[in-house]
């Protein structure tokens, strides 16, 4: 992948203008993060065929072998407060399943990261993640960095994730291009991130709600409270981007960081 392939069918105007593509990295948000404090600007896009040592949220790894899937991060530089960052995430996941919708198929979004498909006998699985990072000073935000992994063109997964993963190439029984994949989910990011800039977290809640499916009845384990777990139902996102939840005797929680199950 190179930058004249992905330019020749970009449709931005800033989002990937700036690009650089490696064989292989430790984690592209690490190298993102990097090239940020070193001055990058924002719209920068990193792409890893290969990631050695690639994260998911909760300290999870992410599997991404060479030749097959997309493993991105975005540096943005947005104007909003640092308490209003995390919906990013939101904002990321409504980008993912717009370009999804773009080949043909119909993604759900299960808060706060996961980009779900259905597969044959109904059952949903993961097929991409969102891992938003940011760095922040004197009550600004210097940086965010935005990493994004799409199972592309997997047709095999490790034995631990096996049963809930699944990627594009199974569900549409094609392989995908993904500089076409890279280029869809760049132009369907653009315009959210401007408009996340002029309106903050409710733009994140509203593109991500139109393509949000909650599981129910759910289960939540609130983040920062082991083993607390809240079952109910799940009612929806707030403007600021936390669950609203409502257990079995009626009580609604707001669960800010949390896991769905
Ligand atoms: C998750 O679902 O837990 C988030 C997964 C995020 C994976 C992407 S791949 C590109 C970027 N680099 C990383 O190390 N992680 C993100």
Redesign the pocket.
């Known amino acids: 992948m190179d930058q004249a392939s992905l330019a020749a069918r970009l449709n931005t105007r800033w989002l990937g203008r700036a690009f650089e593509w490696r064989a292989s990295c430790g ?4 190298l993102a993060a990097e090239r940020a404090r070193a001055g990058a600007p924002t719209g920068l896009v990193i792409v890893a065929d290969a ?1 050695t ?6 300290g ?1 790894r ?1 599997h ?1 072998p060479a030749d097959e899937n997309l ?3 975005i540096v943005l530089r947005p104007t909003r407060p640092p308490s209003e960052i995390p919906p990013i995430t939101l904002l990321a996941g409504a980008a993912v399943a717009r370009a999804l919708t773009t080949f043909g198929l119909q993604p759900r979004l299960k808060w706060p ?2 980009v779900e498909l259905v597969d044959e006998t109904g059952r949903r699985r ?1 097929v991409a ?3 938003t990072e940011m760095a922040s000073a004197g009550g600004s935000a210097l940086h965010v960095v935005v ?3 799409i199972n592309a063109n997997a047709v095999e997964f490790p034995p631990e994730i096996a049963e809930r993963a699944t990627s594009l190439r199974r569900a549409l029984g094609r392989a995908i291009d993904r500089v076409a994949l890279l280029a869809a989910l760049l132009d369907a990011f653009e315009p959210l991130s401007e408009e996340f800039d002029r309106r903050g977290p409710a733009a994140a809640v509203e593109a991500f709600e139109a393509h949000a499916a909650f599981p129910a009845p759910c289960r939540v384990t609130a983040l920062g409270r082991p083993g607390e777990q809240i079952e109910g139902l799940a009612l929806g996102v707030e403007p600021d981007g936390a669950l609203r939840l409502q257990d079995e005797t009626g009580q609604i929680h707001r669960v800010i960081s949390g896991e769905l199950s």
């Open positions: 984690s592209t948000n690490d990631q040592a690639g994260r998911g949220r909760l999870r992410w991404s493993y991105l991060s990261n996961d993961k993640g969102v891992l990493g994004i992994g």
